[in-house]
């Protein structure tokens, strides 16, 4: 089975930019579909953006469509979720996952431990 691993969250001020990665041990993550979600204080999770095992799909939240470019490198293993003109609505922990099917739902398989973003002045 494939284990996502994130990296790349931190604090930054509004406005600013930051790029998450998400890497895996296992398997490799070519093989699947990645979503990008996120746990903000005191709410639920909720899902950010994804993109299908080719690239050559992806979906967005409204939230942060415009802002937030999900792509992946299969030749380095990874997806990347690029954020930009950062809201502190947008502080939250950030989790990758992956799953066979290419969906905006939770129902993803396999889950990371989460990076925490948090955006402040």
């Known amino acids: 089975q494939v284990q996502p691993v994130e990296s790349g969250g931190g604090l930054v001020q509004p406005g600013a930019s930051l790029r998450l990665s998400c890497a895996a041990s296992?398997?490799?993550?070519?093989?699947?579909?990645v979503g990008w979600f996120r746990r903000a204080p005191g709410k639920e999770r909720e899902f950010v953006a994804a993109?299908?095992?080719?690239?050559?799909?992806?979906y967005y939240a409204d939230s942060v469509k415009g802002r937030c470019t999900i792509s992946r490198d299969h030749a380095k293993n990874t997806v990347y979720l690029e954020m930009n003109s950062l809201k502190p609505e947008d502080t939250a922990v950030y989790y990758c996952a992956a799953d066979r099917v290419f969906s905006n739902h939770e129902g993803y398989d396999y889950w990371g431990q989460g990076t925490q973003v948090t955006v402040s002045s």
């Open positions: 993109i299908d095992w080719t690239g050559g799909r992806t």
């Open positions: 296992g398997r490799t993550l070519s093989d699947y579909a």
